[in-house]
């Protein structure tokens, strides 16, 4: 089991940034990865960023230049750098662990964190 708490949401105007965090009930290494999602009403849960659990990370495309995925390994966090925010990434933001137990990849998600980009 992984339990995960999103952190960081709110109201930002166009070109701010924000910084997200997610914390993980255990060490980062045995969790194969984590990545943060987003959805909008009407829409699929989309892929934003996702770092392995041996630090590679890849990005979608419309955040790539603007966003950071990293990690605090002491701490069991993982963060979501946005910079130059644009009304278009407004969503709720998904915290999201992969972990292979045995031979089956469970996956986890945290309770989500809105984020609204406005002026």
């Known amino acids: 089991q992984v339990q995960l708490v999103e952190s960081g949401g709110g109201l930002v105007q166009p070109g701010g940034s924000l910084r997200l965090s997610c914390a993980a009930s255990?060490?980062?290494?045995?969790?194969?990865?984590m990545g943060w999602y987003r959805q909008v009403p009407g829409k699929e849960r989309e892929l934003v960023a996702r770092i392995s659990s041996g630090g590679s990370t890849n990005y979608a495309d419309f955040v790539k230049g603007r966003f950071t995925i990293s990690r605090d390994i002491t701490k069991n966090t993982v963060y979501l750098q946005m910079n130059s925010l644009k009304p278009e990434d407004t969503a709720v933001y998904y915290c999201?662990?992969?972990?292979?137990?045995?031979?089956?990849?469970?996956?986890?998600w945290g309770q989500g964190t809105q984020v609204t980009v406005s002026s």
């Open positions: 999201g662990a992969d972990r292979l137990s045995g031979t089956t990849m469970y996956h986890y």
């Open positions: 255990r060490g980062l290494f045995s969790i194969n990865a």
